[in-house]
């Protein structure tokens, strides 16, 4: 293929305008216009079949509706606000709506239990929290405990203490002017998905930044015809950014699916909807291929790009992608301090499988030793984005800030890099590959252990659904690396030991001896986070 990477890199220039809204850009805009109005917005299908079709005309009357709502609720620019539903398209239309006052959106995932929800509505000092049944009653037993949460709009059920959905939006009229927000304005408070959650204060202008990364790795999208769907919570910054804004500043259709989302559940959808643009986490494409059998047998799909985020896809995965849905992934690395900065782009530039990609046109990133410094090819140093592009303008993708705490900030800061907490090394042809989080890389044998590495290889056996590698320490041993290993088409009569033999083995044989686990346990389910990720720590011994 022609490689046009250079010339994509070196000409591409940022138009920021000093007024951008994202609920304008993504909603009311497309409303204006009464062709452009009909246009499907969502389709919604339930767990239970129950579907929707919302035109971007009705998508931003309810949000018009909401927003005079929240006005009359005393709701105004820089209050937090929380949106705590499924992915449905009344969870569109009330960021929408938040975005339209100039009030700062607060998406939290409903799978959170009360005292996750607790951490981030305090952290936040969220006002107003708009929920639906799905969230409901985690989120009521976290009111109590959030003294500036006085007022819950409820979707989907009756309480005493919430404000029906249905009932504010029919007292309201469907008219409503966006504020005229500067594209620096906040917009989004994004909470990272661990135990000491911190919130990335993301503005407007994240959006703009977000796009050539979500284009590329689309394949060029839009093109004609084409209909998006992401397995992902629309609550993380992943899929806000890397699907749903996107998807929507384009005027074109994303399906939402709440509820759990089964292998088979994720064909159905594929094929029921055409979807030709998706997005997946690299746990959703490990289901699929875990399932065992051929998707292109069973399903008639009509995909044409597919990107992958969250966590670093590896080449097992890539190339599973390429053989069984019939589209070579694109990877996107990114945060909520930093959304879709670098990544592949198949149709542009040549794809190395298990490779991170190249930073996307627009962001200047490198690879930073401990002394700030840029690393040549082949070192691990730490992700980092610059403040300017290559052009010297602001990078539009950059955060804000953390949400007040501005130590946090400006540790993450060496001098006009941002730093990303994550390490990979850079190869002769500017592409990066993955070592893993600063915080989980250990050293066994006098020799740095990245985890990713060894998980790649150790889902490369044919044995292995999904895995995860921490360091495992003893008062009488050195540090030493443990593997807990999900079986991919598991018998009862299998021999675990003979396995767990073989899989050392593998690694010994396609990494090294020094890389092989010295210990293996065989568990049903992985520990998970919300967002789907692993908890290496409520596994990993102390070291």
Not at 106 to 127: C, G, K
Not at 184 to 211: E, F, K, Q, T
Not at 314 to 336: F, R, T
Not at 448 to 459: D, K, M, S, Y
């Amino acid at each position: 293929m022609n490689d046009q990477y250079s010339e994509l890199y070196s000409s591409y220039q940022w138009f920021v305008p000093t007024q951008f809204n994202i609920a304008q850009a993504c909603a009311h805009r497309w409303a204006e216009n009464p062709h452009e109005g009909r246009r499907i917005a969502v389709y919604y299908e339930n767990e239970l079949g129950q579907r929707e079709v919302w035109t971007y005309a009705r998508l931003s009357e309810t949000a018009n509706r909401l927003a005079n709502g929240l006005t009359r609720m005393g709701a105004g620019a820089g209050d937090r606000i929380a949106v705590c539903m499924a992915q449905r398209p009344e969870a569109a239309a009330a960021c929408m709506a938040i975005l339209s006052i100039g009030a700062i959106a607060v998406p939290l995932s409903v799978r959170y239990d009360t005292q996750a929800l607790v951490t981030r509505l305090r952290n936040a000092e969220a006002r107003i929290a708009i929920i639906d049944e799905s969230a409901g009653p985690e989120l009521l037993g976290a009111q109590p405990q959030c003294a500036a949460l006085t007022q819950v709009i409820g979707l989907g059920f009756q309480h005493d203490s919430i404000i029906a959905w249905r009932t504010l939006l029919a007292r309201q009229p469907a008219q409503f002017k966006a504020a005229a927000t500067r594209a620096d304005a906040p917009a989004l408070l994004l909470y990272s998905d661990d135990d000491n959650p911190r919130g990335a204060l993301v503005a407007h202008a994240a959006l703009i930044g977000s796009l050539p990364g979500f284009v590329a790795s689309q394949d060029w999208f839009p093109q004609k015809g084409d209909i998006f769907w992401t397995g992902a919570d629309w609550a993380w910054g992943d899929a806000l950014f890397a699907a749903v804004l996107p998807t929507l500043y384009f005027g074109h259709a994303i399906v939402a699916t709440p509820g759990h989302l089964s292998a088979r559940r994720t064909l159905e959808i594929l094929e029921r909807y055409q979807i030709t643009s998706l997005l997946l986490p690299p746990r959703a494409i490990k289901a699929l291929r875990a399932e065992g059998n051929e998707p292109r047998q069973r399903f008639k799909l009509a995909l044409r790009a597919l990107a992958s985020t969250g966590e670093s896809l590896g080449a097992v995965l890539y190339d599973w992608c390429v053989q069984s849905l019939g589209v070579a992934p694109n990877e996107i690395y990114g945060q909520a301090a930093m959304p879709c900065v670098i990544g592949a782009s198949r149709t542009k530039w040549p794809s190395r499988p298990g490779s991170m990609g190249r930073p996307y046109p627009g962001h200047r990133v490198t690879v930073l030793d401990s002394q700030g410094r840029p690393c040549p090819a082949g070192q691990i140093g730490q992700i980092a984005l610059h403040t300017d592009d290559i052009q010297g303008y602001p990078d539009p993708a950059l955060f804000l800030g953390y949400w007040r705490d501005d130590a946090a900030t400006e540790a993450r800061r060496s001098g006009d890099w941002h730093l990303s907490g994550d390490l990979a090394k850079v190869d002769e042809d500017g592409y990066y590959w993955y070592v893993g989080r600063a915080s989980e890389v250990f050293k066994s044998s006098g020799r740095r252990v990245g985890p990713a590495e060894i998980e790649e290889c150790l889902l490369s056996h044919p044995a292995v659904a999904d895995v995860i590698v921490v360091p495992s320490a003893a008062a009488d041993r050195p540090v030493a690396i443990k593997a807990y290993v999900q079986r991919r088409l598991a018998k009862l009569d299998d021999d675990l030991a003979a396995l767990a033999a073989a899989l050392k083995e593998h690694v010994g044989q396609h990494l090294s001896a020094a890389l092989s686990p010295g210990e293996i346990e065989f568990t049903e389910a992985l520990p998970l986070t919300a967002a789907g990720k692993i908890r290496r720590r409520t596994v990993a011994v102390p070291t």
